[in-house]
T-cell receptor, first 112, second 115 residues
Framework: AQSVTQPDIHITVSEGASLELRCNYS??????LFWYVQSPGQGLQLLLK??????LVQGIKGFEAEFKRSQSSFNLRKPSVHWSDAAEYFC??????????FGKGTMLLVSP | DAGVIQSPRHEVTEMGQEVTLRCKPI?????LFWYRQTMMRGLELLIY????????DSGMPEDRFSAKMPNASFSTLKIQPSEPRDSAVYFC?????????????FGSGTRLTVV
């Protein structure tokens, strides 16, 4: 069965500092991987996705993620965090005919 | 494109009452998903439709929950009778072809409070 682990429930980053959110997945074949962001009171918005090709993928809002098959990881990064990035971030995995499985999310807090 | 449209945004109801949540997927999307989000359990997939047909309803918590998709542009999730433990945010999402290549587009959710 596929699964996603986001080991950090909360992360606090200073505005302007770099960010890395961790995601580890379990999937038996080549995975499709996604990062979503959820602002308070809103639905989930797709940030970026990976399913083949270059293992470093660029997304919206200046985010990027790197797929590392050997580590079963798909970590999300941003070089300089803005206060508006404070939100909850979800990693998801899918493939074949299965539905996406979401991690439990990481809440990002941005300090001034 | 208006995105996935859910109604109502907020619903407060008394225990034992029937609740109906509504969803209009993006035109051209042939897969529709209902999720429930709580602090304790995170995002849980309740049911998945493909081409209006329920494919996987293993996440539906119990017989009090039912979902329908009478056509490609409308789906409902009904809870009857509602209980306080059903309080959560319910999301509808839609996608093309199961969503594994393109991901899902989520609606803004319905916050349900059962008192």
């Amino acid at each position: 069965a596929q699964s996603v682990t986001q080991p950090d429930i909360h992360i606090t980053v200073s505005e302007g500092a770099s960010l890395e959110l961790r995601c580890n997945y379990s999937y038996g074949a080549t995975p499709y991987l996604f990062w979503y962001v959820q602002s308070p009171g809103q639905g989930l918005q797709l940030l970026l996705k990976y399913f083949s090709g270059d293992t470093l993928v660029q997304g919206i809002k200046g985010f990027e993620a790197e797929f590392k098959r050997s580590q079963s990881s798909f970590n999300l990064r941003k070089p300089s965090v803005h206060w508006s990035d404070a939100a909850e971030y979800f990693c998801a995995v899918g493939g074949g005919y299965s539905t996406l499985t979401f991690g439990k999310g990481t809440m990002l807090l941005v300090s001034p | 494109d208006a995105g996935v449209i859910q109604s109502p945004r907020h619903e407060v109801t008394e225990m034992g009452q029937e609740v109906t949540l509504r969803c209009k997927p993006i035109s051209g999307h042939n897969s529709l998903f209902w999720y429930r989000q709580t602090m304790m359990r995170g995002l849980e997939l309740l049911i998945y439709f493909n081409n209006n047909v329920p494919i996987d309803d293993s996440g539906m918590p119990e017989d009090r929950f039912s979902a329908k998709m009478p056509n490609a542009s409308f789906s409902t999730l009904k809870i009857q009778p509602s209980e306080p433990r059903d309080s959560a945010v319910y999301f509808c999402a839609s996608s093309v072809g199961g969503g594994r290549s393109y991901g899902y587009t989520f609606g803004s959710g319905t916050r349900l409070t059962v008192v």
